[in-house]
C-alpha cells in the first residue's frame, strides 16, 4: 500500500491539506478531497492543495475544494503554498520572491516577508479584477454589475460582481457577522444568474479603511477566511464608494489587508500562512 505524505496548513483559519511529488494532477483528486477533507473520518480541511511542476513559474497550485470540484484560485491556500515552497527547501532558502501558476489567475507574484529567518506574512499580487459582467461570470450582459438587484426567497439584495480568478457576488448589509451563512449561502451561490455558481461575501463597512466580512466559499460552505473573497470585497466597496483602495478586511480567522493600486489597476493581498501539523495516509 502506498503511504503518500501530506502538511496541513492554514490561513486565517482557512486550512489546506497540502501535497507535494506528483508530476500532474491525479485522476482521483476529487475522491480523494472528498475522503481527506472530511473532519470526521478525514484529516479534515477546507480543501487539498497540489503544489506541482510550471513551465511557467516556480510551481503550479491546484485547489480542489472539500466537495470534490475544482476551484479557479483561492487566496489562502496561494499564501499557503509559497510558505510550504519555500520551508520544505523546494526554492532556496531566504529567498523572498516567488511565482506560483493558477489555472484561473495565470502565474502570481509573491513576496515573502522574513523575521528571524521564518516566513511572517505573504503578500500576493493577485492581478486585475474581472469586471464584465459575462466574464465574472454572471448570465447578465454588462460592463461592471455594482449594486445589481437581486430577490432571492423574498429578500431583496443588491449584489456587485468580481472575479479574481473565481467569481464572487458581495453583498453590503448592516451586519455581517450577524448573516446566517447557511440559509443565504446555498441560494446564492447556485443562484440562476450564476452560470457556475459564484462565492458569496456578506459585508459591513465600518470605516473607509476598514470592513468586516462573512463568506460562503463555493464548493466548501463558510470558511473562516477567503483571500479572493476579501480582495473582490475591496473592489467592491472602491466601485460602490464606501472603501479606500487600500484597506483591512475583517474576516472570521482575522484581517488581511487589500490594496487595489490604481497606477497597475492589480490587487494586492498581504496576510499570514501557519504550519499546523504534517502526517501519512
Not at 505524505?5 to 491525479?26: A, C, E, S
Not at 493577485?126 to 430577490?151: R, W
Not at 449584489?159 to 455581517?176: L, R
Given at each position: 500500500?502506498?503511504?503518500?505524505?501530506?502538511?496541513?496548513?492554514?490561513?486565517?483559519?482557512?486550512?489546506?491539506?497540502?501535497?507535494?511529488?506528483?508530476?500532474?494532477?491525479?485522476?482521483?483528486?476529487?475522491?480523494?478531497?472528498?475522503?481527506?477533507?472530511?473532519?470526521?473520518?478525514?484529516?479534515?480541511?477546507?480543501?487539498?492543495?497540489?503544489?506541482?511542476?510550471?513551465?511557467?513559474?516556480?510551481?503550479?497550485?491546484?485547489?480542489?475544494?472539500?466537495?470534490?470540484?475544482?476551484?479557479?484560485?483561492?487566496?489562502?491556500?496561494?499564501?499557503?503554498?509559497?510558505?510550504?515552497?519555500?520551508?520544505?527547501?523546494?526554492?532556496?532558502?531566504?529567498?523572498?520572491?516567488?511565482?506560483?501558476?493558477?489555472?484561473?489567475?495565470?502565474?502570481?507574484?509573491?513576496?515573502?516577508?522574513?523575521?528571524?529567518?521564518?516566513?511572517?506574512?505573504?503578500?500576493?499580487?493577485?492581478?486585475?479584477?474581472?469586471?464584465?459582467?459575462?466574464?465574472?461570470?454572471?448570465?447578465?450582459?454588462?460592463?461592471?454589475?455594482?449594486?445589481?438587484?437581486?430577490?432571492?426567497?423574498?429578500?431583496?439584495?443588491?449584489?456587485?460582481?468580481?472575479?479574481?480568478?473565481?467569481?464572487?457576488?458581495?453583498?453590503f448589509v448592516d451586519d455581517a457577522p450577524g448573516e446566517d451563512?447557511?440559509?443565504?449561502?446555498?441560494?446564492?451561490?447556485?443562484?440562476?444568474?450564476?452560470?457556475?455558481?459564484?462565492?458569496?461575501?456578506?459585508?459591513?463597512?465600518?470605516?473607509?479603511?476598514?470592513?468586516?466580512?462573512?463568506?460562503?466559499?463555493?464548493?466548501?460552505?463558510?470558511?473562516?477566511?477567503?483571500?479572493?473573497?476579501?480582495?473582490?470585497?475591496?473592489?467592491?466597496?472602491?466601485?460602490?464608494?464606501?472603501?479606500?483602495?487600500?484597506?483591512?478586511?475583517?474576516?472570521?480567522?482575522?484581517?488581511?489587508?487589500?490594496?487595489?493600486?490604481?497606477?497597475?489597476?492589480?490587487?494586492?493581498?498581504?496576510?499570514?500562512?501557519?504550519?499546523?501539523?504534517?502526517?501519512?495516509?
Amino acid at each position: 500500500m502506498k503511504t503518500t505524505n501530506f502538511t496541513k496548513m492554514q490561513g486565517l483559519g482557512n486550512d489546506f491539506i497540502v501535497l507535494h511529488g506528483h508530476d500532474r494532477l491525479p485522476e482521483d483528486a476529487g475522491a480523494l478531497a472528498l475522503r481527506l477533507c472530511d473532519r470526521h473520518f478525514g484529516v479534515g480541511a477546507d480543501g487539498l492543495v497540489f503544489v506541482l511542476p510550471s513551465e511557467r513559474a516556480d510551481y503550479t497550485m491546484r485547489i480542489i475544494n472539500s466537495d470534490g470540484t475544482e476551484a479557479e484560485q483561492c487566496g489562502n491556500a496561494i499564501r499557503c503554498a509559497a510558505k510550504y515552497i519555500h520551508d520544505k527547501g523546494l526554492v532556496e532558502q531566504g529567498r523572498s520572491h516567488l511565482t506560483i501558476e493558477t489555472i484561473g489567475a495565470g502565474v502570481q507574484p509573491v513576496v515573502l516577508t522574513f523575521e528571524e529567518g521564518r516566513v511572517t506574512a505573504v503578500r500576493v499580487d493577485m492581478g486585475e479584477p474581472v469586471l464584465g459582467g459575462l466574464a465574472v461570470p454572471t448570465t447578465i450582459d454588462a460592463e461592471k454589475i455594482v449594486e445589481y438587484p437581486l430577490t432571492v426567497d423574498g429578500r431583496e439584495l443588491r449584489f456587485t460582481a468580481v472575479s479574481m480568478g473565481n467569481p464572487h457576488c458581495v453583498i453590503f448589509v448592516d451586519d455581517a457577522p450577524g448573516e446566517d451563512l447557511y440559509a443565504w449561502g446555498p441560494k446564492l451561490e447556485t443562484h440562476e444568474l450564476f452560470p457556475r455558481r459564484t462565492n458569496v461575501e456578506f459585508v459591513t463597512v465600518r470605516s473607509r479603511g476598514h470592513a468586516d466580512m462573512r463568506v460562503w466559499e463555493r464548493g466548501a460552505g463558510p470558511t473562516l477566511a477567503c483571500g479572493t473573497g476579501a480582495c473582490a470585497t475591496l473592489v467592491a466597496g472602491v466601485l460602490t464608494g464606501v472603501l479606500d483602495r487600500e484597506a483591512a478586511v475583517s474576516l472570521k480567522g482575522g484581517d488581511l489587508l487589500i490594496e487595489w493600486n490604481e497606477e497597475d489597476n492589480r490587487v494586492y493581498m498581504t496576510g499570514p500562512a501557519e504550519f499546523v501539523f504534517e502526517g501519512s495516509f
